[in-house]
């Protein structure tokens, strides 16, 4: 539920791997990483739980070797120390090399604000935002090495697939969705898996049209309770493989 103190002591210390992903429970962190500096060798903190009781957060931006950060929980207040805290820390860990960066957010807003950040994150290779999440960041399509994204928990629309499209090394794109999804043609050169999860995944439909839709798309997978049918599949050239889970 929450790090001993003592984890701050380890030096050497390179993964800190918490909480469970499915159920979104979290690992608190302790607050006397406020008072040390010696976790320079950090890479991956995965897990973790931030509210407003966490005076750990402040302290985020001394890991500056972090390549990957997972909160799966949030419970903080907009406007408030904590929030703006964890802002300027993400913001400058993401100047520091920053390659992964996923944020779990049910009713913080915060991550609405990463709309806000001053300059991008350049060194992103892989985004994950769930959460009450409104619209992709802008800054998104000024990252030309991102991956891997997921966009999950969200509310989205065909104007999403127009403002990633052109990310050149994208090659996993994730999404759980609750409307109609139409995929604009062009664009999307690199990506190779588009996956969707959700209790109910709605009518999606490929544009039919003189242009090609996802020309590299190898494989669909869907996971689902419910599902509203997918049309314009012939379109897809390099389509080899379509998996359906209920």
């Known amino acids: 539920i929450e790090l001993p103190k003592e984890v701050c002591q380890l030096e050497q210390l390179v993964n800190i791997l918490g909480g469970n992903k499915k159920t979104r429970k979290a690992l608190k962190l302790p607050g006397e990483l406020n008072k040390k500096k010696k976790m320079k060798g950090l890479r991956i903190l995965s897990g973790i739980e931030i509210d407003e009781d966490s005076s750990a957060v402040a302290s985020l931006h001394q890991l500056t070797g972090l390549r990957k950060l997972a909160i799966y929980k949030l419970n903080i207040?907009?406007?408030?120390?904590?929030?703006?805290?964890?802002?300027?820390s993400i913001q400058y860990l993401c100047s520091c090399g920053l390659q992964t960066l996923a944020i779990n957010d049910e009713s913080s807003n915060f991550i609405n604000s990463l709309d806000s950040m001053s300059a991008p994150p350049r060194y992103l290779i892989g985004l994950e935002l769930s959460g009450m999440l409104e619209r992709p960041p802008k800054w998104i399509v000024e990252l030309k090495n991102l991956y891997k994204l997921t966009l999950s928990v969200t509310v989205l629309k065909t104007d999403t697939f127009k403002l990633i499209q052109d990310l050149p090394e994208l090659f996993s794109l994730t999404f759980t969705l609750n409307r109609e999804i139409i995929v604009p043609p062009g664009g999307f050169k690199s990506l190779k898996l588009l996956r969707?999860?959700?209790?109910?995944?709605?009518?999606?439909?490929?544009?039919?049209?003189?242009?090609?839709?996802?020309?590299?798309?190898?494989?669909?997978?869907?996971?689902?309770?419910?599902?509203?049918?997918?049309?314009?599949?012939?379109?897809?050239?390099?389509?080899?493989?379509?998996?359906?889970?209920?």
Do not use: W
Request: glycine share 6%; charged share 25%.
């Open 77 to 88: 207040i907009e406007g408030q120390k904590t929030f703006i805290d964890l802002c300027s």
């Open 196 to 246: 969707f999860f959700a209790t109910l995944v709605p009518r999606l439909s490929f544009a039919v049209t003189g242009k090609e839709v996802m020309p590299a798309l190898e494989r669909i997978d869907m996971r689902f309770e419910a599902f509203e049918g997918i049309y314009g599949i012939k379109t897809l050239k390099s389509l080899q493989e379509v998996h359906l889970s209920v």
